[in-house]
């Protein structure tokens, strides 16, 4: 191995926490009035504040959920668990939700791992590729025996996020500036959210069972008519017209294709 | 071009509507790394009316191990896509074991560094089918080694005909941070080489007795690194200029008042160049 890739993994351990600062001290050069160690520490602090700073902005109302102080305490303790595999950082804490149902400290708050879970796909929906939905009229270019067989692609930003906690007025409340200015009824029942970006603004959309398991069977790219078949297995009352040209109108869908 | 600043989320709608006299606009490449959205609206909105500078941060130049090509490929589509005036990157390391750090991490100037960091210039300057600027760091350690930092930057230039980012304001911290020698740094960079230079602000953090300075942006350019900026633009000319802030942002037209000082210290030195000659 060579003398400098050796050195780099030992400062990169340091950074992340892994070794102690000491243990480097023989590598750089000496000075009386700063010891070694101490200069290596601005290096590990430097780097947990750049990661951590990132996963504030993705995660801003599991923040102001915890506080900030327990947030950055948490998300440091993210950081060195699970460091970044790129450099691009927008996609950074996939495994942040799981980390935080898993966080004994932050056990307290229940619907925690489930607001990072909807943040990271808000994130996700507001970085992905531009692409114009359907207009609700592209249905009718299709003949009645056509549409059975349709594929209906949803946009490509969608992501699912599903909750027995109301995270979506959780969410919401904690959009003002401020923070809420009301108590959110925590015993309102679960969300089904569709989380996506068919235009300039991220929407986050809820719907009923039905129309989430229709979505998700569209999104695995299964025909209408078996689409449809899943929605009434969660809901035996799924009305696939009106649910249908619902999310038309809320520009969910990308791409209808004839098979 | 006239001085530039760093592009700040909450200063485009501004720059926009008031159009301020900014010679070009730099962006960090990883901002613009996402498929799309707003950060890319907002750019292309910027690009129709100045220039753009892609400045990155996580290329890792000077790490012992491979580039990451899916990272050299999305900064090849960004320049693509906005065919920017300047592309930058950092000698410094961030890379390590598949793990990024988010730090800007130096390096040891000896010929084995040099090779490494030589052949990863090339490698992206290939990639992108044009010139580099590679800017010199700022940095809390120095280690041992046969080179001195500017005539590393020079050989680099030599070998890999990339031009240089000079960061006046690492010089001075790192001067006072490892004796960096602030002397015959200038005097040391070929005058051809040096294609943009970087101004910004640090702080001061106390260690014992000690003081040790931060390299954060996130205040205003101080005396000592203006007047390294005068003397470089004595030796280098009237290349771009920018006023870097990356924390603690201020409302644009505080930024707009470092760009007029960097564009009058700029028209003074070219008077005196005029006058001399």
């Known amino acids: 191995m060579s003398r400098l890739l050796e050195l780099q993994r030992r400062i990169a351990a340091m950074s992340l926490g892994r070794l102690e600062p000491e243990a480097l001290a023989g590598e750089v050069r000496d000075d009386r009035a700063i010891p070694a160690a101490q200069r290596l520490m601005i290096y590990r602090n430097n780097t947990l504040l750049g990661l951590v700073d990132p996963l504030a902005a993705t995660f801003p109302v599991v923040a102001q959920l915890v506080g900030e102080d327990f947030f950055r305490q948490m998300a440091g303790d993210f950081v060195r668990a699970h460091p970044p595999r790129r450099a691009e950082l927008l996609a950074y804490g996939q495994e942040f939700p799981g980390f935080v149902a898993d966080y004994p400290a932050a056990s307290s708050v229940p619907y925690l791992s489930d607001m990072a879970r909807l943040e990271l796909a808000w994130t996700f929906a507001y970085n992905a590729p531009d692409r114009d939905p359907l207009p609700p009229q592209a249905l009718a270019r299709f003949a009645a025996d056509q549409l059975e067989r349709l594929r209906l692609t949803p946009h490509p930003s969608l992501r699912f996020v599903a909750s027995n906690w109301p995270v979506m007025a959780i969410w919401q409340a904690h959009q003002m500036e401020g923070g809420p200015d009301g108590a959110i009824d925590l015993d309102a029942g679960g969300d089904m959210l569709l989380v996506y970006r068919p235009r300039q603004d991220t929407l986050i959309r809820k719907v009923s069972p039905g129309a989430f398991a229709y979505v998700m069977a569209l999104a695995a790219r299964q025909s209408l008519a078996a689409a449809v078949t899943s929605a009434l297995a969660v809901d035996p009352d799924f009305n696939v017209t009106g649910e249908l040209s619902a999310l038309f109108a809320a520009d969910l869908f990308a791409e209808a294709i004839s098979s | ?277």
């Not at chain 2, 730090?103 to 300057?125: G, R, T």
């Not at chain 2, 802030?245 to 005029?274: F, K, N, Q, W, Y």
Request: glycine share 8%; hydrophobic share 40%.
């Open chain 2, 1 to 277: 071009m006239n001085t530039g600043i760093g592009l700040k989320a909450q200063h485009m709608a501004e720059i926009l509507e008031t159009r301020p006299a900014l010679g070009f606009l730099e962006i960090h490449a990883e901002n613009y790394m996402g498929d799309g959205g707003a950060p890319h609206r907002w750019l292309s909105a910027i690009a129709e009316h100045y220039p753009l500078s892609v400045h990155g941060v996580g290329l890792s130049l000077g790490g012992a191990q491979p580039l990451d090509l899916d990272h050299l490929e999305k900064l090849a589509s960004l320049v693509e896509q906005y065919e920017p005036r300047l592309v930058s990157e950092h000698l410094a390391w961030s890379v390590m074991g598949g793990h990024y750090l988010n730090d800007l991490l130096p390096i040891p100037y000896d010929e084995e560094s040099l090779a490494l960091v030589a052949a990863h210039v090339e490698q992206v300057q290939d990639r992108l089918g044009r010139q580099i600027l590679i800017e010199n760091p700022a940095v809390y350690v120095a280690f041992d080694g046969t080179l001195a930092e500017p005539q590393f930057l020079a050989e680099l230039a030599r070998r890999t005909g990339c031009g240089l980012l000079l960061d006046v304001n690492n010089i001075y911290v790192s001067h006072h941070n490892v004796g960096l020698e602030i002397e015959p740094y200038l005097d040391t960079l070929p005058r051809q080489a040096v294609g943009e230079i970087h101004l910004a602000g640090h702080h001061v953090r106390r260690i014992g007795d000690a003081e040790i300075r931060i390299d954060d942006h996130g205040s205003a350019v101080c005396t000592e690194v203006w007047d390294l900026y005068r003397q470089a633009v004595a030796r280098f000319g009237a290349v771009p200029a920018l006023i870097e802030r990356d924390s603690d942002i201020p409302a644009l037209s505080v930024l707009l008042e470092e760009v007029e000082t960097a564009d009058r210290i700029r028209r003074e030195e070219g008077a005196r160049h005029v006058s001399a000659a």
